[in-house]
Structure formats: structure tokens, C-alpha cells
């Protein structure tokens, strides 16, 4: 049995990476459906689809709790799977499993209150004003800014958080590939002044809302003012997720250290860029 981290590509590893460190006891399997990354500029139906082949091959494997260690998978194919799939799933493997994302944790960490929390709205119109107004930018995919999940989500618990996303096609592309550096800076110097004209000034705070800008997460900050806070999700994916297994110690995680990474498309060492990152060659198996 083992914990299972699933993502497009090599992204998901920053959050693998923060959790091996949090659980280093715990089993890991991580599965990078790399054949059909990048999922941001795929439709609706084909994310839920390619997920939902992606966790069953995962719970094959012997995941119990399979972290989505993507954006545009949470927003768009997590409900979904845990309302219509996962326990159909449950059943059939007759074992406790579960899928979790990476967005809860997320906007708990960026507003500072729990998911459950939701603001009281009688005094929006005509009630208190509102003296001071924090921005916060979200840079992600395609398919996590139209699904405005943080948008929303913010929304429900803050209304003194103003949201701006910025979508940044081919982004993640580009570090899957294992771009150049000074390609990639150019990309996210571009998208960080985007969202500042746009804005009309720089955000108070970022949320880097794909897993995969985490490997670049130097070229953000090099781009923000200094000082901006940045929201890092692995961490906060971590601090959720040792919350849950407190409150849910039915689940069997394996206790032998064990990581192994699968790909669903060209097996072997991966990109210099993801070398880098990880702080040693990695290579995976064929899934």
C-alpha cells in the first residue's frame, strides 16, 4: 500500500518531493501521464477521463490516497470522481481509497481559513465598508483560469481578497520539455507583467497555480517586486494532507520507504531541468 501522486508531467514532483520529506516513512507511487500532457489546454471531458484512467491505475498499483498533483485535474475532474467514481472504486478494490486535490489546500492557505469557513454576505451591500482591498494573482493553466475555481472559492471566504488569474499557455509545456532557462524567463516576465497591466499594479501575493511552475518558482519571485509572498502549494498540500491522515487512520500507506515513479509515456532519465530541480537524475519506469 502506498500514497499515489498523479500529474500531467513532472510537475506534480514538487509536491511529491514536499510530501516524501513530511511522511519519509510512507510508500510512494508517482504516475506522470506524460503521453498526454500537457491536460491545460484539453477539454473538459477528456481531463475527467484521462484522470480517472490515471488514479485506477494508481489504485492497481496499491495507492490508497492518491494526491491530484495538478491544478487543472482538481478543478476540473475532482468532484466529479469523488462523487460518482470513487466509491464505485472503493467497492470494486474493497479497501479505503480515496482522491484528494490540490485547491483546497490551496485557497485555505491563501485566505487563512478553513474550507469549511464561508464569509457572511448580509453586509456586502450598503453594511461595513470595506477599508482596504489585498490582490492576489494566480498564475496556472488555460483550464484552471476559465474554471475561475479560485476566483470563486476566495471569493466565498474573503471579500477583502481581490483574484486575478493568469493563464500561461505553454508554460507547462515548456518545463515538461525541459526548456532553456532564459526561454522560460522570458515566458514568465511576460506573463507577470500581463497580470500587472492588467491589475494596474503588481499583485500583494501570488499563488503559483500549477505544479509544474513550482520547478521555476525562482523566475516568479525574480519577476514580483521583491518581497512578494508567494504561495507554495506543496507546502501547503503537505500541511492538509497530515491534517487528513490524522483524522482518517484507517488508510494503509506501507511503511517501507518505497518510491516509485511510473510514466505513461517514454520511460528513462528525465529532462536536465527536472534533474536540476530534483537534485539528482530521476528516471522512470514504463506505467
Not at 467514481?85 to 481509497?97: M, S
Not at 494532507?241 to 528525465?270: N, V
Request: charged share 25%; aromatic share 8%.
Amino acid at each position: 500500500m502506498a500514497i499515489g501522486v498523479f500529474d500531467s508531467g513532472v510537475g506534480g514532483l514538487t509536491v511529491h518531493r514536499e510530501l516524501t520529506r513530511r511522511f519519509p516513512r510512507r510508500d510512494f507511487i508517482y504516475l506522470a501521464d506524460q503521453a498526454n500532457a500537457p491536460y491545460g489546454g484539453r477539454e473538459g471531458e477528456d481531463i475527467v477521463n484521462l484522470t480517472r484512467a490515471g488514479c485506477e491505475r494508481l489504485f492497481e498499483a496499491g495507492a490508497s490516497v492518491i494526491v491530484l498533483a495538478c491544478n487543472t485535474a482538481s478543478a476540473i475532474a475532482l468532484r466529479r470522481l469523488q462523487q460518482t467514481w470513487v466509491p464505485e472504486a472503493r467497492a470494486r478494490h474493497g479497501r479505503p481509497i480515496n482522491v484528494l486535490g490540490i485547491i483546497v489546500p490551496t485557497i485555505e492557505a491563501a485566505t487563512g481559513l478553513p474550507w469549511a469557513f464561508e464569509a457572511e454576505r448580509s453586509e456586502r451591500f450598503g453594511g461595513d465598508k470595506i477599508e482596504a482591498i489585498d490582490v492576489t494573482g494566480v498564475f496556472c493553466t488555460a483550464a484552471t483560469a476559465m474554471s475561475r475555481v479560485y476566483e470563486i472559492e476566495i471569493d466565498k471566504r474573503r471579500e477583502d481578497l481581490a483574484v486575478f488569474s493568469e493563464p500561461c499557455p505553454g508554460l507547462a509545456g515548456l518545463i515538461e520539455l525541459g526548456a532553456p532557462t532564459e526561454e522560460l524567463k522570458l515566458v514568465v516576465d511576460d506573463h507577470v507583467d500581463a497580470l500587472r497591466r492588467r491589475i494596474g499594479r503588481h499583485p500583494d501575493k501570488a499563488i503559483l497555480g500549477c505544479t509544474h511552475y513550482e520547478i521555476v518558482a525562482d523566475l516568479f519571485a525574480a519577476a514580483l517586486p521583491p518581497g512578494t509572498p508567494v504561495i507554495h502549494q506543496p507546502t501547503a498540500v503537505a500541511d492538509a494532507l497530515e491534517r487528513y491522515f490524522l483524522r482518517h487512520p484507517d488508510y494503509d500507506l506501507g511503511s517501507d520507504g518505497r518510491r516509485t515513479f511510473l510514466t505513461s509515456g517514454k520511460a528513462g532519465p528525465q529532462s536536465n531541468l527536472v534533474a536540476q530541480f530534483w537534485g539528482e537524475p530521476l528516471t522512470f519506469d514504463p506505467a
